[in-house]
T-cell receptor
Framework: DQQVKQNSPSLSVQEGRISILNCDYT??????FLWYKKYPAEGPTFLIS?????DKNEDGRFTVFLNKSAKHLSLHIVPSQPGDSAVYFC???????????????FGQGTILTVHP | DGGITQSPKYLFRKEGQNVTLSCEQN?????MYWYRQDPGQGLRLIYY???????QKGDIAEGYSVSREKKESFPLTVTSAQKNPTAFYLC????????????FGPGTRLTVL
């Protein structure tokens, strides 16, 4: 049972344009969401997170949007740069005290390619 | 400087042998985690530890064992009972076992021949 899904295996974008990466989840107990960036044969690097009490969080070129009613989150990268080319994972965590305390559930990842 | 180290980067073992993967952190984090990544898949949780001398099974713990004798260290043993051990193994830590962000090490690529 895939509780976190990234339905687009890959995304190709021109440099300077916006990249939008999407993520859907099914578990209504999730209340903390994160995006990680990963290069091959390296560990994921934390990018940005959002708590379920918010619907938007921004950090420089990266903005995460959360739509709780649709159980959907997205990562916007503006403007996209060739160095952004990597695999992007979304992850979700349940609240403190729940059975998923501290555990992250990851999506399958989306390969982003930014062309010069 | 602070961080998470995993060694070695690449590891080769013969089928039927146990192998232990190292994970050390100097971030003073309470919680540590082990994940496995297979091609085209997300990360799957093997074991996690929220505090020293305590750990819990994750989603795919069968064939693995861990220990947490020190706050800084969380070694993972891949036993011969693990049916498909070849994978990329990632260790992570977080300040606490709550909704804190997890930070990852560089990973160990294990290949069982």
């Amino acid at each position: 049972d895939q509780q976190v899904k990234q339905n687009s295996p890959s995304l190709s974008v021109q440099e300077g344009r916006i990249s939008i990466l999407n993520c859907d989840y099914t578990n209504s107990m999730f209340d903390y969401f994160l995006w990680y960036k990963k290069y091959p044969a390296e560990g994921p690097t934390f990018l940005i997170s959002i708590s379920s009490i918010k619907d938007k969080n921004e950090d420089g070129r990266f903005t995460v949007f959360l739509n709780k009613s649709a159980k959907h989150l997205s990562l916007h990268i503006v403007p996209s740069q060739p160095g952004d080319s990597a695999v992007y994972f979304c992850a979700a965590s349940g609240g403190a005290g729940g059975t998923s305390y501290g555990k992250l559930t990851f999506g399958q990842g989306t390969i982003l390619t930014v062309h010069p | 400087d602070g961080g998470i180290t995993q060694s070695p980067k690449y590891l080769f073992r013969k089928e039927g042998q146990n192998v232990t993967l190292s994970c050390e952190q100097n971030l003073n984090h309470d919680a540590m985690y082990w994940y496995r990544q297979d091609p085209g898949q997300g990360l799957r949780l093997i074991y996690y530890s929220q505090i020293v001398n305590d750990f819990q099974k994750g989603d795919i713990a069968e064939g693995y064992s861990v220990s947490r004798e020190k706050k800084e260290s969380f070694p993972l043993t891949v036993t011969s009972a693990q049916k498909n051990p070849t994978a990329f193994y990632l260790c992570a830590s977080s300040r606490s076992g709550n909704t804190d962000t997890q930070y990852f090490g560089p990973g160990t690529r294990l290949t069982v021949l």
